[in-house]
DNA sequence: GTGAAAGCGCTAACAG
DNA sequence: CTGTTAGCGCTTTCAC
């Protein structure tokens, strides 16, 4: 680009208004010692004009610039998982309402590197960190730098919160949705239930097992680990899974506890081939609630993590810590709750 | 906030490598007459250091922010329309495949001030507009303002955009899309096609009812102003007028032509509660290709605008311009596609 | 090849 | 209450 349009400056609405350029400035910030009838006049030019202060020199004189980052780990290849979206969506809003704006940065490969540097640069504040995926080196990284990061739903395993600074954690208690998943089935006369995981290295999977496990344990069924799959989240993986155990010739379950609602689709899907039904023949219930849970038939049994608070949550954290100088390490903890529809059979009655 | 710690400058590191705070620079940006050897040094301290330049200062002297902003007008309340989201992501992904951010803004009520200040302050060089509602006004001001603006399937209602420069215009072709669909139902045998259309001033709107009028007129159906109805893309709104179609004890329609998924969803729904099969009793067919719509029961046939493409080109379209000094105005105009489902019935057989 | 000097547009700290 | 001055950190002439 060679030489667009300059826009007008401050000096230049200072002297078509005749006053000094920090006039204006105290004009544009409202200062309290400037007359009211020199800032009305004032403004009246700034409006005619179209005058707009430049950000860049604002940020480069120690002002905020009023933006913060989210970063979406996801998966490779074409993101087909709406509960991400509408967190990004959730994420936005919520920071607008705030008047912060939000750069969002999807990360698919190990190209941390170029989102870090909006942080290094000094283009945005702080970042929200969300989605999947096994990003240790990214996740050390940012931990160690002086930015405000909450994490979502995501962190290093070995971190030691207490140690550091401006960083926070906002989760949904997943041991805890696990639990509650596995005991509505247990409650409804389920006793052979099998889980299908998120992948094994992910904090979120790893509670959401351990819920289920429990909450067998507390009612005395027996944990077997042939009734545990390791999925990846996506429709298709599901899919087979549960394929391979209808065609196996094994005794199917009663029911499935999936470990988010695209992995119950999967389920659903491969049911719908094989003339199983859903809930008569398999009771299934699902993790996180996607617009698309309640559309689907029969219509999704779910767990809510509540995407809207979490991502509410994480920018008032943020927000809040972009004021401060320093913060110590928060971390906010956000109770599931049972979306009760229609995939899940009571087998007692 | 007080005074987070501050970074290292070009400065700092041109005395720490022994010379001159423009070679830094020079290595920085690669010139060409810099000895191999000195950048190399200087390479090594920079990144010895962490030294991320200053975006904010890097943007004073005249540099680009690599930056655009994608306004998403929608509707008022929870966004709960995917295809939105899933353009949000698409516009996020080609702009990062050329090393762009994108700073996403949600546009709810009549609050396009705040966000147009993104264009005028400098924080964004240009800005991709989609999604729905009103908006007269505040895309005026875009389009007579200077800044580099692409318009997605919304723009206003009366311009003559040869008269613009570095505006321009990306939409899918709604009067053959609505066209296809309609005679989609109709080589499967139906004549009597409901349309639930979009809101009647919105251009995509009227373009898919004037299709779908034409593809009637064509095929020497009579067109009855009672066989349309307008709803306003929600699953909800279109649940209540199907629901007063199939109350008000008037013959149904064999077919409805939904303006796109979420009210095809809607009539499904309504059709569910009245134990009316589909595609048995009432073929319908949607718009917009959701994944949702592959996933419900029955699979949704259903026109695909390509969002991909449309973000794509989009995307495309604006950073070329961001390149050159003053571009005319363009229009690029993609065609929608049928994707055949289990939704529609051929009622000849 | 390298260094010194100017200035992008703004805010802040001073005098007046 | 207003005007003047001094940078923020960078890129870009232009001499050396």
Redesign the interface.
Known sequence: ?????K?ITAAEIAKIAGVSRSTVTGVINDYPYIAEKTKKEVRDIIKAY?Y??????R??VGM??K?IGHFVYGQTGR??N?YI??L??DV??SA?QN?Y??????ITEDKAD?VI??L????IQGAIVTGGGHHESELKTLFDS?FPVVFVNKFPADFNLSQYRNKHIVKSDNIKGGYLATEYLIKNGHTDIMHISGLHDRLSACDRLQGYKQALIDYKIPVKEERIKEGNYT?ERAEIIFEACITSGEPLPSAVFATNDMTA?GVMRAC?RHGIRIPDELSIIGFDDL??AS???PALTTMKAGSNSLAESAVNLLLET????EVSAQVKILDPILIERDSVRNILI
């Open positions: 680009m060679t030489g667009r349009k826009r179209g707009v202060p430049n950000s860049a020199a940020v480069l905020q610039p933006i993101m087909q709406s979206e509408s990004m969506v936005i809003s607008q008047e704006s939000v750069v969002t940065s999807i170029p540097k909006l290094q640069d000094g283009t002086k429709i689709i719908r617009l698309l559309e689907i038939q972009l004021d401060k100088d």
